[in-house]
């Protein structure tokens, strides 16, 4: 039944082929408009202040992404998220390294007072930050063995934030604050690349423009990405390799083999 409705998000987004705007990273741009071409949705990166709010208006979904932020981006950033909120633009928030430094950390929380996102996705150490969970960082990378509770974690930026929240890693949890599902795809080379957690945010970000229900449209893209990384490993040499095979596998993954490679278990749906 679940699988159905993940399936039903990925075809729709193939259907509706969705303008999203991104105000993403400099590291990660180019990765990020073809990963998402491969998808199926158009990519416009738009960063000044002068054009955002017109961008936005015309945009199915929105992408803020703070890993290499300045102040004029941050303007920007903020416009555009004032601007989706007002025209009913869902917006995806990637908050790349809060916590690793004061800068980031008091721009996500004046961000968070501006707009509201629709879907909040981070590594552990970031979403803990933003739970105001105790949790150590290293500078965009997550530091996943913590004895932490990875579910309070998530649960706690879900309520807090109103949003429907993704606490990535080896395992991936979604929560809207009522439904739970863990997910367990995906592959350790995914680390070895830079920008696959930006990827999958921006993925995200073009399904609930997609697909009305945040918390499936969140589940079904980290879904298929885990199922694409997998398949991309199976003749990769090494990063390089895998990243191509990556992009090749996101244009091309049969909805089939979500019906067998998935592995969500989905806790208190009501
Ligand atoms: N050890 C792992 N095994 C399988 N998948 C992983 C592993 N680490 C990260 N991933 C996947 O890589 C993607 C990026 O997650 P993550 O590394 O948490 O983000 P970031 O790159 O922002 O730190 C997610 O889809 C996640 O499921
Ligand atoms: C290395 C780096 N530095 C600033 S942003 C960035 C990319 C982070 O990408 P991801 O969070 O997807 O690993
Ligand atoms: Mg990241």
């Known amino acids: 039944m679940e699988l159905e409705q993940i399936k039903q998000a990925i075809k729709k987004v193939r259907e509706k082929k969705p303008l999203i705007h991104h105000l993403t990273n400099l590291v990660v741009t180019n990765f990020t408009a073809n990963g998402t071409i491969a998808y199926g949705t158009s990519p416009i990166m738009a960063n000044a202040p002068e054009e955002v709010e017109e961008m936005v208006s015309v945009s199915n979904g929105l992408v803020i992404n703070i890993g290499t932020i300045t102040s004029e981006m941050v303007e920007a950033m903020i ?37 509201k996102p629709t879907v909040i996705r981070g590594n552990t150490s970031e979403m803990a930050r933003l739970a105001e969970i105790p949790w150590e960082i290293k500078g965009v990378d997550s530091v996943d063995n913590g004895e932490g509770d990875r579910l309070a974690i998530a649960t706690k930026v879900a309520k807090k934030y109103h949003v429907v929240a993704a606490v990535t890693g080896k395992e991936d949890i979604v929560t809207d ?54 398949r991309a490993a199976i003749h990769a040499k090494g990063p390089g390799s895998f990243a191509v095979q990556l992009m090749d596998e996101i244009h091309q993954l049969d909805l089939n083999e979500i019906d067998q490679k998935a592995k969500i278990e989905w806790v208190n749906i009501v």
């Open 79 to 115: 416009l555009a998220g004032k601007k989706a909120n007002q025209v009913g633009v869902p917006i995806i928030l990637d908050p790349v390294g809060v916590g690793a430094t004061s800068y980031r950390t008091n721009t996500i929380f004046n961000m968070l007072e501006q707009f």
């Open 177 to 230: 604050g009522e439904r739970i599902a863990l997910i367990a795809n995906g592959h350790p080379l995914l680390s070895e690349v830079t920008g696959t957690g930006c990827l999958v945010t921006a993925l995200i970000g073009a399904t609930i423009a997609a697909e009305e229900d945040h918390f499936i449209a969140t589940v079904a893209a980290l879904t298929y990405y885990g199922i694409a990384a997998e």
